[in-house]
């Protein structure tokens, strides 16, 4: 019998003990989960019933304003898609390539499709999605420049845009070269035009664009850099965001929209596979 009573006495502060942890220890209820406290992107963006895509408007054909003075082109037909799928309305948000991941962190702009390039120095600010585009570059020239290629480059002047990755890859090339920086990508083609530079190293395919534009242009016949990976950019630490759009460029991929809006806007089927075999 006395065993059988410390056994109780045992298990009563056993219990006691329980009830002191339990009050000490905070149990998170679903209300209080970092899942629910954190605002995600497309919450807001639900919420609001209006996407805001920060899009470069002087990038034909990727995005440009066309004779009505609404905003058109390949990310614009995208972004419609996208705002389309989610229900919402379309706000497109004039942005430069200089002002693109200051947008996203001041969240003036819900997402950036403006012909961003995936590097790791930008990966430490801001987050990238799936590509959805790929190119290399090339030079844009015009044909009376006797220009065939970047070895005929050597103390001439290559137009770049400000903020774009342009600049150093011409700088790897360890040529002697005068780099130009214009505000937009107009601006340098017309610094090209009007003889202020000899070039503009730019995405092959937007290169393209512009020589079908203009007879007096060509562009190129080579591949300057690596192929290019370009894909939508977001704040960081939206996991929530990043995975829906992710998952909206896998359908429209496997849908093959996205191929019929790239051969809308380029007049040829995309070059490059999205997802190479390494």
Known sequence: ????????????????????????????????????TTSSTLQAVLQRGTLRVGDCLTFAPFGFYDKD?????????????????????????????????????????DV????????????KVIEFTSP?????????????????????????????VKGSTNGDEV??????????????????????KQGQADAMIEDNNFL??????????????EALVPLEYNAFGVKAGDQAWLNYLNLFLFNINASKVNAQLYKKWFGVDPRFPLNPQF
Do not use: H, W
């Open 1 to 36: 019998m006395k065993f059988v009573a410390l056994r109780g006495k045992a298990a009563a502060l056993l219990v006691i003990g329980a009830i002191a942890l339990s009050a000490c220890t905070k149990v998170s209820t679903p209300a209080e989960s970092p899942a629910a």
């Open 69 to 109: 003075g609404q905003p058109d082109g390949y990310d614009v037909d995208l972004a419609k898609e996208l705002a389309k799928q989610m229900g919402v309305k379309l706000e497109v948000v004039n942005t430069t390539s200089a002002n693109r991941i200051p947008n996203l962190q001041t969240s003036k702009v």
């Open 112 to 123: 950036v499709f403006c012909n961003f390039t995936r590097n790791l120095e930008r990966a």
């Open 132 to 160: 959805y585009v790929v190119a290399s570059e090339a030079l844009l020239v015009k044909k009376s420049s006797g220009i065939q290629s970047v070895k005929d480059m050597t103390n001439r002047t290559i137009a770049t």
């Open 171 to 192: 700088r790897s090339l360890n040529m002697q070269v005068k780099i130009q920086e214009y505000d937009s990508s107009q601006a340098a083609i017309l610094a090209v």
């Open 208 to 221: 393209a664009y512009q020589a079908k534009l203009d007879p007096e242009l060509t562009v190129t016949n």
